[in-house]
């Protein structure tokens, strides 16, 4: 297949993993190991895949130490690729927080001109049985026929939006879903902003997930907010409640509002969703300055406050835009098989 080559971009992840002291470590040279399984392909497949370059973030590392400053060179490296030609990039990544990535990667790509996959697998390709190479080799058949911009997952012969992806197996091959999560009143997508472009940089900011339980305190909320956090995804119950009969805690709600602090409400529930005006306990809740974060999976969430507010944006213009449908992550499920 001729054309502009395919940047694979290796963080590390199980796909890259080898057996050490204390059980599989990232490795690095991925590279190696995927032009020798390349090669062993039957001549019509391989010839149909399309042209590739290698560049890895170094150190490989295991994706349960994911960080925003992994998100900001993944972000970095793919701004450099677009400038050099690239007609996509598949991101080799591990599972466990392949969906968070996938999510930041969607928002601070939002207007990007080429697709990005991300990929990994549950069993090593050092390994066999391994789904490595079928999922890695599947993503790279994905540029045999056009494929839209944006950020994808594909897992398991499923591509997945990548702003609504969720891990939701520990253990199965196709270990990533897309779940429904209508709300009432589809939102059509917003204009991306032009503070928003992807070739905007993104500091690191300070961020925090709080679920909703039963025993929560006030003092709890207060002492996270005293980390200097400056936005929160709240996970509610059901369609936006939570312990409103504190005081106390619509207080620390209302003083986290009043210091710039962006409260973003999400459903803790699988396929939940935010609806207002339901129930009077939520009612009370989002008057202490909750956002409303619709039908927006945690991973979506969290992703978007890092773009808005990494980018600079006031807790005003980051509130706003929290409502707003920028890449479909407030859409229908979408996912297709190949």
Known sequence: MSGAPILVLYTGGTIGMVPGDGGYV????????????????????????????YQAIEPPIDSANMSQVHWRRMHEAIVVAVDEGVAGVLVLHGTDTLAYTAAAL???????????????????????PTDAWDNLFGALAL?????????HVWFSGQR???????KFHSERLDAFQVVARPQSGSLPRADIPEVLCYRQPCSEVPLAVLPFYPGLQAAQVGALLATGVRGIVLECYGTGTGPSDDPAML?????AHAQGVVLVAISQCQAGAIESGVYAAGDRLFRTGLV????????????????????????GEA??????????????????TQ
Do not use: Y
Not at 160 to 166: E, H, S, W, Y
Not at 319 to 336: F, I, T
């Open 26 to 53: 990232p490795a690095p040279g991925f590279d190696v190991l995927m032009s020798a399984r390349q090669a062993k392909l039957a001549p019509d497949v391989r010839d149909l895949l399309p042209q590739w370059r």
């Open 106 to 128: 969607a928002f601070l790509l939002a207007d990007a001109p080429i697709p990005v996959v991300l990929t990994g697998s549950m069993l090593p390709g050092c390994e066999s």
């Open 143 to 151: 540029w045999q026929q056009p494929l839209p911009a944006g950020v």
């Open 160 to 166: 997945l939006d990548g702003v609504r992806a969720t």
């Open 251 to 255: 207080a620390a709600l209302q003083q």
């Open 292 to 315: 409303n974060g619709g039908a927006m999976t945690r991973e979506a969430a969290l992703g978007k406050l890092f773009a808005l507010l990494g980018r600079g944006l006031s807790a």
């Open 319 to 336: 509130r706003h835009l929290m409502q707003q449908n920028l890449c479909g992550e407030q859409g229908a499920e979408s996912v297709e």
